[in-house]
């Protein structure tokens, strides 16, 4: 029987919301030891985008939380100028180190950032227990 999608799926706000800017934002980074998870995906919600601005995500990780790699093709395409209030999505499966950090890429002209979640999945190790400080859940069946 597959249960909720919450019970094998860990969730980690790892950018909060960030004024309009063209700075590159990097995220916390989250600890993955002992969790067993094979996929990572990072879910940007954007609000405001400026004409002519250059905005990506992409996806890092790193053996010890202070070294940091791009993952190789985990860069989103730029959003267009018409994407304000839109989402860009990074998904990667079993090609990450201890930490995984999403790192959103601003340039050119302004883009302001609603908040940056990391989705963990395909864990070895169910029901996933969410993080307190980050995540509220109620599950109804």
């Not at 960030?18 to 969790?35: E, L």
């Not at 250059?54 to 994407?83: E, F, I, R, Y």
């Amino acid at each position: 029987m597959i249960g909720h999608l919450t019970d094998q799926v860990l969730t980690h706000r790892d950018i909060n919301a960030t004024a309009a800017g063209t700075t590159v934002v990097n995220g916390a980074g989250f600890d993955t030891q002992g969790q067993g998870f094979d996929g990572v995906r990072g879910v940007a919600c954007l609000g405001a985008l400026t004409a002519t601005q250059t905005t990506a995500l992409k996806l890092q990780d790193s053996p010890d939380n202070a070294a940091w790699t791009d993952l190789p093709g985990s860069q989103t395409a730029n959003m267009a100028d018409g994407d304000s209030n839109k989402m860009c999505i990074s998904d990667r499966i079993k090609t990450f180190n201890r930490y995984v950090r999403a790192v959103l890429v601003r340039g050119t002209a302004n883009a302001v950032i609603d908040s940056v979640v990391l989705e963990f999945y395909r864990i070895r190790k169910v029901p996933v227990v969410q993080e307190a400080a980050t995540v509220s859940v109620t599950i109804k069946t």
